[in-house]
């Protein structure tokens, strides 16, 4: 009965037909295109067991060819964006729409109950957004780990919420964690189907006991999970880094959604504004140091090379031993190091330390030309001989000589206020506008929007909102009117040091990111351009700038 009235429904409406049949046409060709893109990827890694066709190394055509291929594994992953994201988002307008009530103050003033509740319905929405982000994978849990530490943009109880986020993310069952330890050390047989290269085969002939004792799960992050335990050769006690399974392609899946994100917004850039098309480069080297973290192989490198140059400095911070004959691509064992959190210890403690952080960090970004992107809560601790110590080194990038030297000429330039030689010279220099570009123009907008929204906030929280509220449209009409773009290893130093500002933000309200930078910045500019240029450049620029603060002028 049914299939006659379905047959007189097509006879009748003939675009009902060709819209049914379309639609059924382009589903079974994407489900087979998948379908055949997944056994011609199995018949690849049966040949050739040592290598996967996602690649090792962050590759942009690589990743887009691989997910090109499957229309329905990319559908399904925007659905599942959608589906756990567009509540929050939902609640969130609700809750702004009820706050700009007319009627709001008038209940506010006769109800008693108001601000608990109105508390209540805050954390409701934190968790809800903790739980998105959780469910939601890798590269959204890290994006929540970046607003954890942001005191100046997210409210305390969305704040206390997301930083969960940072090192109590939802574990994996112990054993399957166990059973990458094992297959990576060698200490079981080989699958012929793992997309993992150069594997530890020193233990072939022993067994996980054997091996470690007391080991036990004691963090879970967003890409692995960290297990402690006592190397039984020796007896020291390690940290052991597990890889969760599939965390590759999970993880260049959504890299993959970025990259198209980027090209759309170049699109739109292009046709509406005068702005250079920068999307893609910015984005693709976000995702090259994102990818970057998967390989714990180049983590460990890292670490050890990070170890050696800041010791050759004499920097008093702790770097933990890695451990390479337990270490693989999937698993990195290294150092235990004792110590809490720097974020949770005494303001005096943060006080103290966080000077310490700053200069490491601008040693790393201005001197090494490698630097650690990565410096949330988790990754800082206070050892118990009162040290501050660095781990994780997955994501890390470089910057070359030339914009070291720019950098740090544009820091000195924006301490001392020479917005003439930062607009006209160092935002050139640095890649923000190009070399031919006429800067006249831009100069009084610029001079405003570094005035506001960074040297006039300082570290009060409320007072850094309202001015960039008030600088809001001076930002849109620099990205809409002028060929203004962000340099692509921009995206990492800003993150750096966001993630240490917060920080700072959270045990020390009176930190000022720009003053903690001056005594380093200022050392390395004497390096850079010697003592008497150096010299000639600050007194031209205490003589231009003498209502500036006695304490840069002495530095």
Known sequence: MMSVRFQQAIRHRPWLSCWVGGGTLAVATAAGTEAYSDIQENRYLAEQSDQCSLPMEYNRQQIREYWIRRPVSVITRLGKITYE?????????????????????????????????????????????????????????????????RPDLVPPVVLKELQQLCDSVRPIPDDVALEVLKK??????????????????????????????????????????????????????????????????????????????????????????????????????????????????????????FQYELG?????????????????QLVLTTEWIDGVKLADSPSSTIRRLIP??????????????????????GNLLVTKDGKLCLLDFGLCAEVDQREREAMTRAIVHLLYRDFDMLIHSDTKELGFLPHDFDTEELKPILTKVLTGGLLESGSDMKKRKRKLMEISNELNEIFFRYPFQVPGFFALVTRGLGLLEGIALVGDPDFDIFMASAPYATKRAASILGDYGYRRMTKSLTRRNSNRSSGIAEL
């Open 184 to 305: 990576e050390l060698g200490l079981m047989e080989r699958m012929h189907t793992s997309c993992s290269k150069g594997k530890n085969n020193n233990f072939a002939s022993r067994k996980l006991d054997d091996v470690f004792e007391n080991l036990h799960l004691v963090a879970a992050a967003s890409l692995g999970q960290v297990y402690k335990a006592k190397l039984k050769d020796s007896g020291r006690d390690v940290a052991i880094k597990i890889q969760r399974p599939g965390m590759r392609k999970a993880f260049s899946l959504d890299l993959f959604l970025l990259q198209g994100w980027g090209d759309f917004m170049d699109v739109f850039t292009t046709i509406f504004t005068k702005q250079k098309p920068f999307h893609r480069t910015l984005f693709d080297s976000f995702s090259r140091g994102s990818y970057s973290e998967l390989d714990y192989e180049n983590e460990a490198k890292n670490q050890s090379h």
């Open 312 to 328: 050759k400095r004499n920097c008093p911070v702790k770097i933990p031993d890695v451990y390479y004959d337990y270490s693989t």
């Open 356 to 377: 310490v952080g700053v200069e490491l960090f601008l040693t790393q970004l201005l001197d090494i030309g490698a630097f650690h992107s990565d410096p949330h809560p």
């Open 85 to 149: 994201l567009s509540p929050c988002l939902a609640s969130y307008m609700h809750y702004s729409l009820y706050l700009s009530n007319p009627g709001l103050h008038a209940f506010q003033e006769n109800n008693d109950n108001y601000e608990v509740r109105l508390e209540e319905s805050k954390r409701l929405q934190a968790v809800q957004l903790r739980e998105a982000l959780t469910n939601l994978g890798p590269a959204f849990i890290k994006a929540g780990q970046q607003l954890a530490i």
